[in-house]
C-alpha cells in the first residue's frame, strides 16, 4: 500500500541539528569552565605554595630569634659582669664592658637598640635607637618574660610617633646555678626594625605578578589591623584597619577563623583569589594574594578562539545535515516497502517463536518504544498488552537510578550499529516490585542495513540472585562474627588442639598467629593445672548436650600473666570431637567490679558523715540556745557586781570563760555540720596561701621546710577567706605532728577541670571547671582503717592530746563551700589533701556589715517584738533589752506575734529566731511587712537555717545576730537594725 511521504522527518533533522549546535556550544562551555578552573587551580596552588613558604620563613626567623635570646639568658656573662653591675658591686670599666657586650649583640643579630634593666624594673643602660623607658609594649613583654623565664617579643607597635618597631624581652639567667629554676640576675629588651627583618621576608614575591602580595594581619578588638605596609596602599602598616565583620574582605575571614583558600575582594573592592595562614607562635594571620583578572587574563585570549571554532563547527554540521536529509529522502522512499516487509515478517517470526515461551521475548525500535512483548512479560510486570505497545520501554520498566546509563547504552547500539549480547538489569513491575533480569540481544537491521530496533530474550533471575544473596550475607556474617574483635573466636578439638582463631582470642592469650600456625597453640596449654578438672568437667556437658553451660577461668598469656575469661563452646562433628568455642575477656569486668566497689564505699563514707554533720549542727544549734542562757545571765551578772566583790567576779569570769569555751566547741561543730556562716566573697586561693604563709612557718617549726607551687591565672572563687585560712592552719598542724623529726610541707594552687571519667570515679563530685588546694606532707601517713574515720568528729589519732575537730572543722568548711576533699596516704610514705573547690560565677552574696565600735545608745523609747519559742532565752533577750530602756513585746511563736502586732500601735523592730514552731521568722516577717511597710527586722539564731542564709551565705542587707551572744553583741546589732 502506497503511504504519503512523512512530513516528519524535517523536523527531527531540525532537532538533530538543535541537538548537535547544544551539543557543540555545551562542549564549548565545559571547555571554557575546564580551562578558567585550570587556570584558577593553578593560582591557588601557587598561592598556597607562597603562603607556605611565608609561614615557613617567618616560623624559622622567630625560631632563630628566640634561639639567639636564649643564648643571651644563660650566657656566663650574666653572672660574672650583669649581676655584679646590677647589683652595685661593679666599678665603672665593668659598664663599658657591658656596653661593648650589648653593642655586639646588637650588630651580631641585627638589633637596632637594647636596654637593660635590673630586677626592680629599673633601666640601667641604653645603646642604639633606645633612649629612656621602654614603652608599655615592652614593660608588658618584660613582665612576661620574667614570669616566664622566657624570651617573649613584643607586638608590632608604633610608640610616641617613632617608627614601626618591635623587640623581645629577654630574662638574664645566673648561670651556672643549682637552684631550679635558676634565679634571675636583670632584664634586657632588644628593638629591631620589622622594615628590615620582616617585611623584606612577606613582600617579596617569587617569580612575576603585577597584582600578587603578601600581607600579615592581627585581630585587635571588632577590628582587624594590617602590619604591613601595602602594594596598593603604601604607609598602611598600623593604620589600615578594616572591620572583622567585612564579609568578603580576606583579611576579616582570617580574623574571623577562615583558613585555606578563599575568593573575595580586597582592601580595594578587587576580586582576589587568597591563601589565608596562621602564623606559628605569632598572633598574624597571612594572607597571599593576587586580582583574578590578572589570574584569568589568558583565558580571554583563549576565549575568543574558542568562540570562532564553535561557530564554525555549528555551520559544519547545519551542512551535513541538510545533505543528510537529502539523501535521506531518497533512501526512505525506496527503501520503505523493503521495511515494511522486513517488519511484517519480525512480527511474525516473534509471534510464531516467542509468544507462548516460558522466557520474557521483548522488541523495540530506534527510539526504545515497545513494537512487541510476550504474554509472559505481561504476567511479570502486571500490564495489559495494549498499555505496553507504543510505550517508551525505559520511562515505563527501567529504575530511575538506572535509566539515563542504560538508555544511553540503547542509543550508541542505534547508532553504532553493536549491542552487548548479555547484560542484567532489574526491571519494575506495575505495582513498583523490582525483578532481576538477565537478557540476551540482537540488533534488528532493515534489508539496507540499517539498525530498526533490538530484540531480547530475558530470564528472570530475581528468586535465585536473592537466594545467592541471602547465602553469601549468612556468610559475611558468619565470617564477621568470627573475625570481630567483640569475642575472641576459636575452631578446635576436645583433645586441646586449636585450628583456626580470630586476632581478638590472640590478643587475649597474647599469642602471634605464627604461633597458632605452627601448631605450638593448644587450648590445654594456655589453661593452669587447677582449672583443668573444671574444663573436662564442661566437656562431658557439652558431649552430652551439644553445648557447655558458659563458665569463669583464667587463662595463662604467653607472658606468663594470669587473665580472667568466660568460656563457652558447642561440639559439632562425628562424635562430637569438635568444637566451636567462645571466649570473653573479664579484666575490664573484673576492673570495673573493683571499681564499683570502691564508689560504693565512697558513697557509704559520704552518707555517714552527711548523717554525723546533721546530727553535730542539731546538737549545736539546742546547745548553743542553753549557752545563750548562762552567756546572758553571766554578763548581766558581772555587769551588776561592783568591783569589790572580787570573789565573786572572779567567779563569774570562770563561768563566762567556760560558755566561751564551749560556745568555740558548738562553733567547730557547727563548721563540720555546715551550718556556720559565711561572709563569701571572689577570693584568689593564691593570694590566701601567701598571706598565710609567715604565720604557718612560725606554727610548724624550723625543722619542716614549706614548699609553695602556685600556678598563675588561678581561677576566684566564692569563699570565706578567714575560714581557708583555718583550713590551711588546721591542715598544716596536723601535717606538723605527723612530722616529729621534721620534713616537707607542700602547698599546690591550680586550675583544673574535672571530666566525666573522674566524676564518675568519685562520689558527690560534678565535672567543670574547679580549683585545686593540695596540702602534703611527707610524714609518717596512714593506713586504710585510719583514712576511713579521719574526718569524722572526736575521731584522733593524738590520744588524750587532740580534740579531734580539726580535719572533722575542715571537711565542714570544704562542704560549706560546695567543694570536695580526699586523702591520699600511705603508711610511711606521707599524706596529701586535695580540695577542689568550683570556679566562682558571678558575684559573691554580700555579708553582714560590721557591728558599731563603743558602748551602746540609750535606747529612745523603741518598742521591740520579740520572738523566741525558748523561755529561757526569750526572758534573758528581755532583761538584756529593758535594761537598755527598750521597750517590749514578748511572743513564744508567729501566731502570737501576730495577733500581739493587731494590737499593738507602734512597732519599731522585730527581733526573731529563724526557726519557729510552724512558721519562719522570715514568713513572720514577710506577713508583719504586708501591714507595717518599714517595719525593721533583726534575725537570731545558733545556726543559719534555710530562712537566712542559703548554703551559709547571708543575703543582703540581712541583718543577723549569732547565738550565743553577748549583752554588747545584742544591743549592737539592734542599734545597727534600727538604723536600717
Not at 217 to 235: I, W
Not at 351 to 367: K, P, Q, S
Amino acid at each position: 500500500m502506497e503511504r504519503p511521504r512523512p512530513r516528519r522527518v524535517p523536523l527531527l533533522l531540525v532537532a538533530a541539528f538543535a541537538l548537535l549546535t547544544a551539543g557543540i556550544a555545551w562542549v564549548g562551555w565545559l571547555m571554557y569552565v575546564h580551562d578558567r578552573e585550570q587556570d584558577l587551580e593553578a593560582a591557588r596552588e601557587q598561592l598556597w605554595a607562597v603562603s607556605n613558604l611565608k609561614v615557613q620563613e617567618l616560623s624559622r626567623w622567630r625560631q632563630e630569634r628566640l634561639g639567639n635570646a636564649r643564648v643571651l639568658a644563660q650566657s656566663p656573662l650574666n653572672s660574672l659582669a650583669v649581676a655584679p653591675y646590677l647589683a652595685g658591686r661593679a666599678d665603672a670599666s665593668a659598664e663599658e664592658g657591658i656596653l661593648a657586650w650589648m653593642r655586639s649583640r646588637m650588630e651580631s643579630y641585627g638589633y637596632s637598640g637594647a636596654v637593660l634593666l635590673d630586677l626592680a624594673g629599673a633601666v640601667r643602660l641604653t645603646t642604639g635607637a633606645v633612649d629612656g623607658q621602654p614603652d608599655a609594649e615592652g614593660l608588658a613583654a618584660l613582665s612576661e618574660a620574667r614570669e616566664r623565664r622566657e624570651p617573649v617579643f613584643t607586638r608590632i607597635h608604633r610608640s610616641d610617633g617613632s617608627s614601626i618597631h618591635m623587640g623581645i624581652a629577654v630574662p638574664l639567667l645566673a648561670s651556672p646555678s643549682h637552684s631550679v629554676p635558676p634565679p634571675l640576675v636583670g632584664m634586657l629588651l632588644l628593638v629591631l626594625e620589622p622594615e628590615t627583618h620582616i617585611y623584606p621576608l612577606i613582600e617579596a614575591w617569587p617569580g612575576s605578578s603585577e597584582t600578587a602580595e603578601t600581607l600579615i594581619v592581627r585581630q585587635e578588638g571588632e577590628d582587624v589591623v594590617f602590619l604591613n605596609d601595602l602594594r596598593f596602599r603604601p604607609g598602611a602598616a598600623l593604620t589600615l584597619r578594616a572591620s572583622i565583620g567585612a564579609e568578603d574582605l580576606p583579611a576579616a575571614m582570617a580574623a574571623r577563623g577562615h583558613t585555606g583558600l578563599v575568593e573575595g575582594r580586597d582592601y580595594r573592592g578587587v576580586p582576589v583569589l587568597a591563601a589565608i595562614q596562621g602564623v606559628p607562635g605569632f598572633p598574624w594571620l597571612l594572607v597571599a594574594k593576587v586580582d583574578q583578572a590578572e589570574v584569568l587574563a589568558s583565558l580571554r585570549a583563549r576565549l575568543w578562539l574558542l568562540g570562532g571554532l564553535i561557530i564554525a563547527l555549528i555551520l559544519l554540521v547545519g551542512a551535513l545535515v541538510l545533505l543528510a536529509w537529502k539523501r535521506w529522502e531518497t533512501e526512505a522512499m525506496r527503501s520503505e516497502r523493503a521495511v515494511e516487509q522486513r517488519l511484517i515478517e519480525s512480527e511474525r517470526r516473534f509471534r510464531e517463536t516467542l509468544e507462548n515461551v516460558d522466557l520474557i521475548a521483548l522488541e523495540l525500535d530506534r527510539e526504545g518504544r515497545v513494537t512487541f512483548c510476550n504474554d509472559h512479560l505481561l504476567r511479570l510486570t502486571g500490564w495489559t498488552r495494549d498499555e505496553v505497545i507504543g510505550r517508551d520501554w525505559f520511562e515505563t520498566f527501567i529504575p530511575a537510578g538506572q535509566r539515563t546509563e542504560l538508555r544511553r547504552t540503547f542509543d550508541d547500539a542505534m547508532c553504532l550499529g553493536t549491542l552487548p549480547a548479555h547484560h542484567e538489569n532489574p526491571i519494575v513491575t506495575r505495582t513498583g516490585e523490582l525483578r532481576q533480569v538477565r537478557w540476551n540481544n540482537i540488533l534488528l537491521r532493515s534489508p539496507g542495513g540499517s539498525v530498526t530496533g533490538a530484540a531480547s530474550i530475558a530470564e528472570d533471575v530475581t528468586d535465585h540472585r536473592r537466594a545467592a544473596e541471602e547465602l553469601r550475607v549468612s556468610e559475611e556474617r558468619l565470617r564477621a562474627f568470627f573475625e570481630s574483635d567483640v569475642v575472641g573466636t576459636l575452631l578446635g578439638d576436645i583433645h586441646g588442639g586449636i585450628e583456626q582463631a580470630n586476632d581478638e582470642f590472640l590478643r587475649i592469650v597474647g599469642y602471634t598467629r605464627e604461633d597458632l600456625e605452627s601448631g605450638r597453640l593448644r587450648w590445654t596449654d594456655l589453661t593452669p593445672a587447677e582449672f583443668l578438672p573444671i574444663d573436662w568437667e564442661h566437656v562431658r556437658e557439652a558431649q552430652e548436650r551439644g553445648a557447655c553451660t558458659p563458665y569463669e577461668k583464667q587463662y595463662l598469656r604467653k607472658d606468663g600473666s594470669r587473665i580472667w575469661v568466660l568460656v563457652g563452646y558447642i561440639l559439632h562433628g562425628p562424635k562430637r570431637q569438635h568444637s566451636v568455642a567462645f571466649i570473653l575477656d573479664l579484666t575490664k569486668a573484673k576492673e570495673a567490679e573493683a571499681a564499683n566497689l570502691e564508689l560504693q564505699q565512697q558513697l557509704t563514707q559520704a552518707q555517714k558523715m552527711e548523717s554525723i554533720g546533721r546530727l553535730a549542727g542539731g546538737v549545736a544549734h539546742d546547745f548553743n540556745n542553753m549557752l545563750q542562757v548562762i552567756l546572758g545571765y553571766g554578763d548581766m551578772l558581772r555587769a551588776e557586781l561592783p568591783p569589790s566583790e572580787g570573789d565573786e567576779r572572779e567567779a563569774v569570769d570562770q563561768i563566762l570563760a567556760a560558755a566561751s569555751r564551749a560556745k568555740e566547741l558548738t562553733s567547730r561543730l557547727l563548721a563540720f555540720g555546715r551550718k556556720q556562716v559565711l561572709s563569701i566573697r571572689h577570693t584568689d586561693l593564691g593570694d590566701v596561701v601567701r598571706g598565710i604563709e609567715p604565720m604557718l612557718r612560725r606554727i610548724i617549726g624550723e625543722d619542716i621546710r614549706v614548699v609553695l607551687r602556685g600556678e598563675p591565672g588561678l581561677w576566684p572563687v566564692a569563699a570565706d577567706p578567714s575560714q581557708m585560712d583555718q583550713v590551711l592552719l588546721n591542715l598544716a598542724v596536723n601535717a606538723r605532728d605527723a612530722m616529729p623529726r621534721g620534713g616537707t610541707l607542700s602547698i599546690e594552687t591550680a586550675n583544673v577541670v574535672l571530666d566525666e571519667a573522674h566524676a564518675a570515679t568519685h562520689v558527690s563530685e560534678s565535672p567543670g571547671d574547679h580549683v585545686l588546694l593540695a596540702v602534703g606532707d611527707t610524714g609518717c601517713g596512714m593506713d586504710e582503717e585510719t583514712r576511713r574515720h579521719i574526718f569524722e568528729p572526736f575521731f584522733t589519732t593524738k590520744g588524750s592530746g587532740g580534740t579531734g575537730l580539726g580535719l572533722a572543722t575542715v571537711y565542714g568548711i570544704v562542704k560549706q563551700h560546695g567543694g570536695h576533699i580526699w586523702v591520699y596516704s600511705e603508711a610511711g610514705r606521707g599524706t596529701t589533701f586535695k580540695i577542689y573547690l568550683p570556679r566562682a560565677a558571678g558575684e559573691a552574696g554580700a555579708s553582714a556589715a560590721p557591728l558599731p565600735a563603743g558602748a551602746p545608745l540609750p535606747a529612745q523609747g523603741e518598742v521591740i517584738l520579740v520572738v523566741e519559742d525558748n523561755d529561757q532565752v526569750r526572758e534573758i533577750t528581755r532583761r538584756m533589752l529593758e535594761h537598755q530602756g527598750y521597750v517590749l513585746l514578748l511572743a513564744g511563736d508567729a501566731g502570737e506575734a501576730l495577733r500581739l502586732a493587731q494590737e499593738q500601735g507602734r512597732i519599731d523592730l522585730l527581733l526573731t529566731d529563724v526557726i519557729l514552731p510552724g512558721q519562719s521568722g522570715r514568713d513572720l516577717f514577710e506577713a508583719l511587712t504586708a501591714r507595717r511597710p518599714g517595719l525593721r527586722v533583726l534575725y537570731m539564731s545558733g545556726y543559719s537555717g534555710t530562712v537566712i542564709a542559703h548554703h551559709g551565705i547571708l543575703d543582703e542587707a540581712t541583718h543577723f545576730v549569732q547565738k550565743p551572744f553577748t549583752r554588747d553583741g545584742l544591743l549592737h546589732a539592734v542599734q545597727r537594725a534600727l538604723a536600717g
